[in-house]
């Protein structure tokens, strides 16, 4: 069972140029009060009273018992665009929590995490829940953003770094991050060879990666041509499909067109058999005029060709149970957009 929650906007806030954080407060006690670091929720607003598409976020906040929500928003296209602009008090509706890219709790082991761009959303979670218990495992934090004007969240890394030698991280900006007089900022980007040589130096640990298709797909590569094993490189894609998921063998296209193509030789092919089957006992009453074609009066017949008798043929309207009517499953955006946690192949 999926749970719906109803929520309203409290507060939403440009944290760097295309980045947003979304503060969602319950509007009843009915909250989403229990989930992991790491999990998302779906959300959808109201459009002159109707909800608009579902879209999946990360949830940034850590579980509390006012039930309150913060989603950490890239704004460009119309979701995320109109998301960001609704007023506080404006309706919105959260279904979740999902996804298992969490760490299991009882692990010792150090946790590496690679974001790339609004992939930190998850990893702030994870990082604020770790904060508030005192960093129990070492953490380290390897953040890819493209910096224009800042870097978000940077202040609150830069505070969990100071309080805890357990919480390492380092962001690669490219050359505007050079406005940054933080050492944890890089003007550097990230590189295949900097998560190489950081593997090579974590043998043992956990490695979180979420963020675009190319970044998860290169990153993953570089993690296991540096010897950590696929089980422990644990990925969150933001895309409906994960790049670590098995290899398609077809493309959707593709195996559309095909089955496209399939469906109408099968077409084909029954209608001709259809007027075939038509025809030959006409042809064949048309060439025996001794047939008795007389049929009883409370019945439509046919005829059987082979003993020419006439055989009864219901003329009732066929019925069909509704059990036997398979109703398609309603449609879910949120099941659509579900990446499940996956190892990197
Ligand atoms: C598990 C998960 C967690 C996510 N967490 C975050 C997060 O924390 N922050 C964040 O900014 N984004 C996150 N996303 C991505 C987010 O759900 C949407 O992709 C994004 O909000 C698209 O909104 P838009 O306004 O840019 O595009 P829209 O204008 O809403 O959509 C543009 C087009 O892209 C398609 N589309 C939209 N979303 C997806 C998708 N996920 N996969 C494939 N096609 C899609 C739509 O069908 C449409 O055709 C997450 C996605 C997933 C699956």
């Known amino acids: 069972m999926i749970n ?26 009915n909250a989403l009060t229990a989930f992991e670091p ?3 929720v779906a959300v959808s607003y109201y459009r002159s009273g ?13 579980a509390n018992a006012r039930g309150e ?19 506080p008090g404006d309706m ?5 929590p999902f996804g298992s890219f969490t760490a299991e709790r009882n692990d010792p082991s150090p946790i590496v995490m ?70 944890n900022v890089s003007s550097e980007r990230m590189a295949p060879l900097i998560v190489q040589q950081l593997a090579t130096n974590i043998t043992s640990g956990r490695f979180f990666l979420c963020g675009p298709a190319g970044f998860m797909s290169t990153y993953g590569k570089t993690l296991r041509k540096a010897g950590i094993s696929s089980d422990a490189i644990i990925t969150e894609s933001f895309m409906a499909i994960a790049p670590g998921s098995p290899k398609k063998r077809f493309g959707m296209l593709p195996m559309a067109y095909a089955l496209t193509a399939m469906a109408i030789v099968l077409g084909t092919l029954t209608i001709s058999g259809v007027d075939l089957v038509r025809y030959l006992p006409a042809h064949a009453e048309s060439s025996a005029p001794s047939a008795p074609l007389s049929a009883p009066s409370d019945s439509t017949s046919a005829v059987d060709t082979t003993s020419n008798e006439t055989v009864p043929v219901s003329t009732a309207t066929p019925t ?24 990197v192949s």
Do not use: H, W
């Open 50 to 62: 109707r909800p608009s598409p579902v879209r999946c976020f990360s949830l940034l906040s850590v």
């Open 114 to 183: 690679f974001a790339g761009g609004i992939g930190i959303t998850p990893f702030i979670s994870m990082i604020r829940s770790a904060a508030a218990a005192g960093f129990p495992t070492p953490m380290r934090l390897i953040y890819s953003f493209n910096v224009i004007d800042a870097v978000p969240f940077l202040d609150e890394l830069t505070a969990y770094a100071a309080d805890s030698d357990k919480f390492r991280f380092r962001v690669y900006g490219g050359p505007a991050a050079s406005q940054f007089a933080n050492s």
């Open 69 to 87: 929500l913060e989603l950490g928003m890239r704004t460009g296209g119309l979701f995320t665009t109109a998301f960001t602009k609704l007023a």
């Open 92 to 96: 919105v509706s959260v279904q979740g």
């Open 320 to 343: 069909v149970s509704s059990s036997s009517i398979s109703s398609s499953s309603s449609s879910n955006y949120s099941s659509y957009y579900q990446a499940p946690r996956s190892s």
């Open 4 to 29: 719906r929650y109803s929520y309203k906007v409290k507060t939403s806030m440009a944290v760097s140029r295309g980045v947003n954080v979304v503060r969602l407060a319950p509007t009843s006690g």
């Open 38 to 40: 790491g999990q998302y």
